[in-house]
């Protein structure tokens, strides 16, 4: 009989303890521990769209003086980035730290990725409450950019070579020398300053290349010109003879030596164009017009792009590019005063020249200051009318001013070849 009844109490005491326990994981369970925040990322992630839709304030009350910038400060095309940041905050004067402002720019890390880009314009937008965003974008993402600012009807200039960008919506604006503003800029040169009506194309075999060689011809046409041929190259090839054949309608042939290691006879050959448009590297140009000049093809005006203008275009001889014309958005030795102080300006705060993403990214900023300095100006839709109203600014990269479809007109930079050296000719 006592077994049973230690037994007993030895169950009873059991059952106390399983029901106590029980009892405190009750407990726990209505008051969990705090878990620890997680560390907050520069990048903001995209709330869902209910939660942004409790959190628009009413547009008296966005951040009049407030910038938002999105930028691609790390990946791939960080140095752009961080360029064009550089050139917001002295444009906006927030980088003198002698100069007084209420101005404020926020800027967040894109880090050239789409989904980063559209999470970050919805961050400045419904968060910051900013008037209006600059952004640097790629043509990847800039039509993504442009659909997240139309959404939340926030004024957003980008900065991008993507056409029909702002399509989108009455809240896109770009400021850019579009491809097409380029090849009309060197088109019209060329009928108007070098008599050249009959032109040609070599171009690349990838998406840029027929991209610009359709550009080419419309605006060729346009100008009452005609293009005699446009061939084209794999974008990885290096010999061009069979190109170069096409183009003078012959077969060339290399320099023939005379006896007892004489000069080498050359046999000029002649074109039926006036002028050959490439729109391609600066590297790949150069292999292709010394092929051009080792088998002696003359008598044609060199047209190009942009991407012609580098300091390596200059290396190592420049014979074979000698008076090429190309087009671009910025000169560093422009002959515009306003170009030059800004040069000065530039190179005095941050020990190097400005490039095309800085003197973008300056002249966009500018302007949006421009327009906020009209104090009567308090919502986004106002500030919107009034910066398609810009006409003539004098920017370092040549007067703008936006059309009906909200696309900044430039005056585009005509440069050329000159022994060794750029030089602006218009």
Same mark, same amino acid.
């Given at each position: #009989?006592?077994?049973? @009844?230690?037994? =007993? *109490?030895?169950?009873?005491? %059991?059952?106390? $303890?399983?029901?106590?326990?029980?009892?405190?994981?009750?407990?726990?369970?209505?008051?969990?521990?705090?878990?620890?925040?997680?560390?907050?990322?520069?990048?903001?992630?995209?709330?869902?769209?209910?939660?942004?839709?409790?959190?628009?304030?009413?547009?008296?009350?966005?951040?009049?003086?407030?910038?938002?910038?999105?930028?691609?400060?790390?990946?791939?095309?960080?140095?752009?980035?961080?360029?064009?940041?550089?050139?917001?905050?002295?444009?906006?004067?927030?980088?003198?730290?002698?100069?007084?402002?209420?101005?404020?720019?926020?800027?967040?890390?894109?880090?050239?990725?789409?989904?980063?880009?559209?999470?970050?314009?919805?961050?400045?937008?419904?968060?910051?409450?900013?008037?209006?965003?600059?952004?640097?974008?790629?043509?990847?993402?800039? #039509?993504?950019?442009? @659909?997240?600012? =139309? *959404?939340?009807?926030?004024? %957003?200039?980008? $900065?991008?070579?993507?056409?029909?960008?702002?399509?989108?919506?009455?809240?896109?604006?770009?400021?850019?020398?579009?491809?097409?503003?380029?090849?009309?800029?060197?088109?019209?040169?060329?009928?108007?300053?070098?008599?050249?009506?009959?032109?040609?194309?070599?171009?690349?075999?990838?998406?840029?290349?027929?991209?610009?060689?359709?550009?080419?011809?419309?605006?060729?046409?346009?100008?009452?010109?005609?293009?005699?041929?446009?061939?084209?190259?794999?974008?990885?090839?290096?010999?061009?003879?069979?190109?170069?054949?096409?183009?003078?309608?012959?077969?060339?042939?290399?320099?023939?030596?005379?006896?007892?290691?004489?000069?080498?006879?050359?046999?000029?050959?002649?074109?039926?164009?006036?002028?050959?448009?490439?729109?391609?590297?600066?590297?790949?140009?150069?292999?292709?017009?010394?092929?051009?000049?080792?088998?002696?093809?003359?008598?044609?005006?060199?047209?190009?792009?942009?991407?012609?203008?580098?300091?390596?275009?200059?290396?190592?001889?420049?014979?074979?590019?000698?008076?090429?014309?190309?087009?671009?958005?910025?000169?560093?030795?422009?002959?515009?005063?306003?170009?030059?102080?800004?040069?000065?300006?530039?190179?005095?705060?941050?020990?190097?020249?400005?490039?095309?993403?800085?003197?973008?990214?300056?002249?966009?900023?500018?302007?949006?200051?421009?327009?906020?300095?009209?104090?009567?100006?308090?919502?986004?839709?106002?500030?919107?009318?009034?910066?398609?109203?810009?006409?003539?600014?004098?920017?370092?990269?040549?007067?703008?001013?936006?059309?009906?479809?909200?696309?900044?007109?430039?005056?585009?930079?005509?440069?050329?070849?000159?022994?060794?050296?750029?030089?602006?000719?218009?």
């Amino acid at each position: #009989m006592n077994f049973y @009844r230690i037994f =007993d *109490k030895i169950l009873i005491l %059991l059952l106390v $303890i399983f029901s106590f326990c029980c009892s405190k994981m009750a407990i726990a369970a209505e008051n969990p521990v705090p878990i620890p925040p997680a560390e907050v990322k520069s990048l903001p992630v995209k709330p869902p769209d209910a939660q942004l839709s409790a959190i628009i304030l009413p547009s008296g009350k966005l951040n009049r003086n407030t910038l938002g910038c999105v930028l691609p400060l790390s990946g791939q095309y960080s140095d752009l980035g961080n360029k064009a940041r550089d050139a917001i905050l002295l444009a906006a004067g927030i980088s003198d730290e002698k100069n007084k402002t209420s101005r404020k720019v926020i800027v967040e890390d894109s880090r050239g990725l789409p989904e980063g880009t559209k999470a970050a314009i919805a961050h400045l937008a419904n968060v910051e409450n900013v008037i209006a965003i600059i952004a640097v974008t790629g043509t990847a993402e800039a #039509m993504d950019a442009a @659909r997240e600012a =139309d *959404k939340w009807k926030v004024p %957003l200039i980008l $900065i991008t070579p993507k056409e029909g960008v702002t399509s989108i919506g009455e809240y896109v604006f770009q400021h850019f020398l579009t491809p097409t503003q380029q090849i009309r800029a060197v088109v019209k040169y060329a009928l108007d300053d070098l008599n050249c009506a009959i032109f040609s194309v070599l171009y690349p075999k990838d998406d840029y290349g027929e991209e610009m060689v359709k550009i080419f011809r419309e605006e060729v046409m346009r100008m009452g010109g005609k293009v005699e041929k446009a061939i084209f190259y794999s974008k990885n090839q290096t010999d061009f003879k069979e190109e170069i054949n096409k183009l003078t309608g012959t077969i060339v042939n290399s320099p023939q030596k005379k006896r007892n290691d004489q000069a080498e006879t050359k046999t000029t050959v002649s074109v039926d164009f006036e002028a050959l448009f490439i729109p391609d590297s600066y590297s790949r140009v150069k292999l292709i017009t010394s092929q051009l000049d080792f088998y002696d093809v003359k008598g044609f005006q060199l047209l190009g792009t942009s991407l012609w203008h580098s300091p390596d275009l200059l290396k190592n001889g420049t014979d074979s590019m000698e008076d090429a014309i190309f087009a671009d958005s910025f000169f560093t030795n422009s002959f515009y005063p306003e170009t030059n102080n800004f040069v000065d300006v530039y190179y005095t705060k941050y020990s190097r020249e400005p490039e095309n993403i800085e003197a973008l990214a300056y002249d966009t900023a500018g302007i949006i200051i421009g327009v906020l300095d009209n104090m009567e100006i308090k919502t986004r839709g106002q500030f919107a009318a009034a910066l398609k109203k810009v006409e003539n600014y004098e920017g370092v990269t040549g007067n703008i001013s936006f059309d009906s479809d909200r696309v900044a007109q430039k005056t585009p930079f005509i440069l050329k070849v000159t022994k060794g050296n750029f030089e602006q000719v218009k």
